[in-house]
């Protein structure tokens, strides 16, 4: 499975209803598992960005759909990135001409 490191903003909306926020970050778990991927870890930070969320799926289409379908809630904005593990980094370098 891939892994996926999501940046996220609380929209007005979500500010509103903060106090449902760990109701959503279940069911997103929840929902990630209907689509075969997992929310392996959730973190409320301080800085630029109000929450950071470590995902695993199968693959990009996936995790966009996962991400979609959230967004489209209204409770917040995300910036995915794909992340590579040490072994798959090791891996990609070893493999450098």
């Known amino acids: 499975m891939a892994t996926y490191i999501t940046l996220g903003k609380y929209t007005q909306q979500g500010i509103s209803t903060m106090k449902a926020s760990p ?39 996936t995790l966009a759909k996962l991400i979609l379908m959230i967004a489209g809630q209204g409770n917040a904005t995300f910036q995915t990135s794909r992340a590579f593990t040490e072994t798959e980094y090791r891996g990609i370098v070893a493999a450098l001409p």
Do not use: C, H, I, N
């Open 23 to 61: 109701a959503r970050v279940d069911a997103v778990r929840e929902t990630a598992r209907s689509l075969g991927a997992e929310l392996k870890a959730f973190y409320l930070v301080m800085g630029q960005f109000d929450f950071v969320a470590v995902l695993e799926a199968p693959d990009d289409a």
